[in-house]
């Protein structure tokens, strides 16, 4: 099965698949986006007053850890894309009982991870307007849940920018600060009066800063071409963060003595850039701490989202947790309370952000070190549907080392935080135990590799064979969207089909958020499938009983023009057909899918301005040369062959009309454009070897030339016109005023070549 696209094969080469939209860079993005948040802008300073300059070796050493438990989760990853991240692997491999502990452990940890970034932006803001941080805390946390409630998208684009944004404002900082660098400042590395205990309670309050690449195997199943991609994305991020984190921290050690009494501030940041660049940089880092942390806490936010699902779809969380807003599309009882124990938190402990910071880290911890095993059990299993493109590398001393750091981190973390932790983990077991225990049949590999494994060479050979069948024909791409269209889209598919010989692939792109994890709108079409007949049952059918052979899939994806692209690249689709109804205009395109999937000039588009067609009889091509004019053709004789329908191929010379020649120059001329029409025109249909009748008609605009004709004829097919860019909207401004005047069905070309 290809690697960008996961689904249900079935006899009837017909499922419901995942579409794969980001790439290497979004991946990053996501990872980087996540960690450079409030740690960074807000607790330098503090740790640098804590532990004095070996803090930049702290910092270091969650780096190193967290590096290990990288290279952990991306063999996981890649040997288990779907839904769940950190979760998923401990439930495969430990079962359902320690699945709901670690999945409990994870989600909460993002609960805390959200105050904690939330507390850093209430203290940055806090320092302009003078306003309680907790209160302004509150408010945008509840900004942020009311943004994710109602699926407001965040690009791909956006998160690009925002990372961007904040290396540039640290490079910035770090670029300005390193030369005022005082290295009396940096002695001793450990100072006799702290001595190595500072180090030591610092570095669990600083991995809280580290969380954010396990957000990227949460996402695993959208990222395309996850073998090489996934591993570089979540190790690289870690390793960039690592070094501008200790970086940064470097420059604030060396600007300022660690026993000063200014350092042990949440702004020491801001303070400093302002001593270095004056207003300009105070404003540089505020305006990249707020970014930071808001952009932090709304990931997080999106992700427990996520991790909620896949506990429910394991029958570890109740139902009513992932009940799908039925306007917004958005999973908006998990938002909700994710957002609301947020709120509590920084109610009753937004004074204490260091312990906010240190137990989200502790849950991390624990998870971190369970995925380590994981990896070994998962290894050793040898099952044979657990396959990982990628291998983590010195096995096993990486996630033996990995499971170390964790325990050893976690060992130095501050009583009180391990008591919370504890009492998470006993609340977690509780509720398993008399609540969730008889209503899953989970089982772990751990306890699979007692038992003898479960050979499927029927499944693989069945997955061989239909991803061999996907080559066998070309491929002709129908979406399907609006029952209006589909009527005449069908006619002209299943006629394509048949005189090109291919495979119809017929394709309805079911549209969330981003906020709504993927496999969500899997289940609610295909319970809604199992309800009702939808759009693609009917196409299926009619295409059945065309003698077509096609192949009808739901698209779940975030962007429909992005999925039905994605879809093509892998089908190496033939041609994209796409209906339209409406003005072809730049006011009513701009930002549609047609427009998205138009604007790609690597495919055939073929996209129908229906205008109620039916019977065929004759069919108009105007012929204005280049590769769309001969593609019109082609695809005209070949609907010809298949209706039984004749071919008029004309062309419009721009001239005065008949009714206005006055002078025998004036016939002459007009006879002269003629013939020299004519013969332009059957030139081409020499060249392209299609035969046709032929005319030319003389007129003053050439649009206008078009639509005279086209009365007599039940379907016009024209080709992409090679206008000045500025001058088109969709095909050129010749063929979109076709369609949008022509009374008959307008049938718009754009040859790839």
Not at 66 to 84: D, H, N, Q, R, Y
Not at 442 to 458: A, H, T, Y
């Amino acid at each position: 099965m290809d690697k960008n696209l996961k689904g249900h094969i079935s006899g009837d080469d017909t499922g419901t698949e995942l579409v794969r939209e980001l790439g290497l860079g979004a991946a990053m993005s996501i990872g980087i986006g996540t960690m450079v948040c409030a740690g960074i802008f807000v607790l330098p300073g503090i740790a640098a007053a804590k532990a004095g300059p070996i803090v930049v070796l702290a910092f270091a050493l969650c780096g190193l850890v967290a590096v290990l438990i990288a290279f952990c989760m991306s063999e996981l990853s890649t040997g288990m894309p779907l839904s769940g991240g950190g979760y998923l692997f401990i439930v495969r491999a430990f079962g359902p009982m320690m699945g709901t502990v670690m999945g409990g452990c994870l989600w909460l940890s993002l609960i805390f991870a959200s105050a904690f970034y939330m507390i850093g932006f209430g203290y940055y803001v806090a320092d302009v307007f003078s306003v309680s941080h907790v209160w302004l805390a509150l408010i945008m946390t509840g900004l942020l849940t009311g943004l994710n409630f109602i699926g407001a998208k965040e690009t791909g684009g956006t998160q690009n920018v925002i990372v961007a944004g904040l290396l540039i404002a640290l490079s910035v900082f770090f670029v300005r600060a390193v030369i005022e660098v005082d290295v009396e400042n940096l002695r001793p590395l450990i100072p006799p009066e702290i001595g190595v205990s500072g180090f030591l309670v610092v570095t669990p309050v600083l991995f809280v800063t580290f969380m954010g690449f396990a957000e990227i195997a949460a996402v695993s199943e959208e990222i395309k071409n996850p073998d090489r991609n996934l591993p570089i994305a979540v190790v690289g991020s870690v390793v960039v963060v690592t070094v501008v984190y200790c970086l940064v921290e470097f420059c604030v050690v060396g600007l300022l003595r660690y026993d000063d009494p200014n350092m042990a501030t949440e702004t020491i940041l801001m303070e400093m850039a302002r001593m270095l660049m004056g207003k300009a940089g105070y404003y540089l880092i505020l305006l990249g701490g707020i970014f930071a942390t808001v952009s932090s806490a709304n990931a997080s936010i999106m992700a427990a989202s996520r991790i909620s699902f896949a506990m429910g779809r394991d029958r570890l969380m109740p139902d009513w947790f992932n009940e799908i807003h039925p306007r917004f599309r958005t999973p908006y009882r998990s938002i909700f309370v994710t957002g609301g124990l947020a709120m509590f938190l920084l109610l009753i402990l937004g004074s204490h952000l260091e312990l906010i910071a240190e137990v989200g880290a502790f849950l991390s911890l624990l998870l971190y070190a369970f995925i380590s095993l994981a990896c070994m059990v998962m290894r050793h299993a040898e099952l044979d549907w657990y396959k990982p493109s990628f291998k983590t590398p010195l096995y096993p001393a990486v996630p033996i080392l990995g499971l170390l750091g964790c325990l050893f981190v976690m060992g130095i973390t501050s009583r009180p935080t391990i008591l919370i932790g504890l009492g998470i983990i006993a609340g977690t077991l509780i509720w398993y135990v008399f609540f969730l225990r008889e209503h899953t049949q989970l089982v772990g590999v751990s306890n699979e590799l007692l038992q003898k494994k479960v050979i499927r060479p029927l499944v693989a050979k069945a997955e061989d064979y239909a991803a061999a069948r996907r080559y066998a024909f070309p491929v002709i791409l129908l979406p399907l969207s609006n029952p209006a269209t589909e009527g005449a889209l069908l006619r002209v598919g299943t006629a394509l089909a048949k005189a090109r010989d291919a495979r119809l692939h017929l394709a309805h792109v079911v549209s969330l958020p981003r906020q709504t994890p993927l496999e969500a709108g899997r289940m609610e079409f295909e319970q809604m499938r199992r309800e009702q007949e939808t759009l693609l049952d009917v196409a299926s059918r009619h295409a059945s009983e065309q003698g077509v052979r096609a192949r009808a899939d739901a698209l779940v994806a975030h962007s429909v023009p992005s999925a039905l692209l994605n879809i093509a690249d892998i089908e190496h689709t033939d041609i994209i057909l796409m209906g339209w109804r409406g003005d072809v205009r730049g006011s009513r395109l701009r930002g549609t899918n047609v427009a998205g999937v138009a604007k790609v000039p690597d495919r055939n588009i073929l996209v129908l301005k229906d205008n109620g067609l039916s019977e065929v009889e004759r069919i108009l091509v105007p012929v204005g040369g280049g590769p769309h004019t001969k593609l019109g053709l082609r695809v005209a004789q070949q609907l010809a062959a298949q209706w039984g329908a004749s071919i008029t191929a004309m062309t419009v010379k721009v001239g005065r009309e008949y009714s206005e020649a006055i002078s025998a120059f004036d016939t002459a001329n007009q006879r002269f454009l003629q013939n020299f029409g004519e013969e332009f025109v059957r030139d081409t249909l020499k060249e392209v070897g299609v035969t046709a009748e032929i005319v030319a008609v003389i007129d003053t605009d050439i649009s206008q030339g078009i639509i005279n004709i086209s009365a007599d004829f039940d379907l016009i097919i024209i080709g992409a016109s090679e206008e000045w860019a500025v001058h088109q909207w969709l095909f050129g401004s010749i063929p979109d005023k076709v369609a949008n005047h022509a009374s008959v069905s307008v049938l718009m070309v754009r040859s790839k070549d």
